[in-house]
């Protein structure tokens, strides 16, 4: 079983600034990529950025150049930089990781229960 947990949402104005995080624990061999996602009331779920564990990193159009992310290989920990905020980026965000449990069975995905993200004034 490997579990992943979500921290840093909250409450910022428009221009600011927040950092989540997202700490995997659990029966974990090896984690290949770990992405964010984001999940806006009445809309589905959309992809914003993943980092391989060699660090190679994507994002989506929507968020280049204003959030940047990141992970500690040694911690199991994806980190979230996002900066410049918009009110269009409220919504709850959720930790994705594609985890080898062992050397010898398929990777598995996991997902967090989501930190909630809002900005407004």
């Known amino acids: 079983q490997v579990q992943l947990v979500e921290s840093g949402g909250g409450l910022v104005q428009p221009g600011g600034s927040l950092r989540l995080s997202c700490a995997a624990s659990g029966s974990i061999f090896s984690i290949n990529t770990m992405a964010w996602y984001r999940q806006a009331p009445g809309k589905q779920r959309e992809w914003v950025a993943t980092?391989?564990?060699?660090?190679?990193?994507n994002y989506a159009n929507s968020v280049k150049g204003r959030f940047t992310i990141s992970r500690d290989n040694a911690k199991n920990t994806a980190y979230l930089q996002m900066n410049s905020l918009k009110p269009e980026d409220t919504a709850v965000y959720y930790c994705?990781?594609?985890?080898?449990?062992?050397?010898?069975?398929?990777?598995?995905?996991?997902w967090g229960q989501g930190t909630q993200v809002t900005v407004s004034s």
């Open positions: 980092v391989t564990s060699g660090g190679t990193t």
């Open positions: 994705n990781a594609n985890v080898l449990r062992d050397r010898y069975s398929p990777p598995h995905n996991s």
